[in-house]
């Protein structure tokens, strides 16, 4: 999907789901952007990275930051020129002002999403498909994305802690994920990871909300959702969704017509 094709304006749509099949995901949206720009607030830009699967999931997550970090870096934009003009003596003219602010964020410019480090694992039981997203992905929305070759995700992630001083990761991690009911917007890693705040904006999400997400903002997704896989993991333990599959042939539904969001992770099995 190409960037043309993206609505990365959220702010711009919100009204739109002031209806009320769509509330609850509108105030998810706004709940995930606050916990967003609280991260933003409580860290440096330079101290916080996206950990980025690939997976629906992270591309919720990755446009909600965008958009936050469009936001700051607009409003940043214009305290440095409102204090550039105050310092020359200058009028603002607020005609150019007005229009500038208009412009659709389609065209904007997203140089500040360079400072959004984005840490990419991957290994030789990764999906070359899912592989080849984040290579797109990490082009739309012009990322700074590390691409790491690696088994060992401790060892990597001790690495960006130590040497790049990372404090917190975003991750795009639900409450409905294996082991993940207990967890909390921000917390700290679990004893025996390298220690770092975990941001978990979307928790509360649930499946068709994603989805929803996904088509209202026309967000690009990994093509293998499209062949029935609802959960990807990796090439050895991961399956199309047997509930979508057609009849008896070797033909699946997309993702998001899964019925029951609780089945989610039936493609997620050892292979024979």
Known sequence: MSQLNVEFDIGRLLDDLETPDVQKLADRCRYSISIIESAYNRYPKEQIALSFNGGKDCCVLLHLIHYVMIKRFTKEQQHQSTSNDHINNNHIDNNNNNNNNNNNNNSINNSCLHHLK????????????????????????????????????????QNQVDNHNIKAIFIGTRSTDPNCHHLEPFIQTDPGWPQF?????ILDWEY????????????????LYDQGYTSIGHIDDTIPNPDLRIGSSDDYMPAHLLVDGSHERNGRNKKK
């Open 118 to 157: 984005t840490l990419y694992f991957y290994s030789y039981r990764s999906f070359p498909q899912v592989n080849k997203f984040t290579e797109n992905c990490s082009k739309i929305y012009q990322l700074n994305t590390e691409f790491i070759q690696s088994n060992d995700m401790k060892d990597c992630l």
């Open 197 to 201: 705040i975990r941001v978990n904006p």
């Open 208 to 223: 068709h909300d994603i989805w929803k997400f996904i088509h209202m903002f026309k967000i690009p997704y990994c093509e």
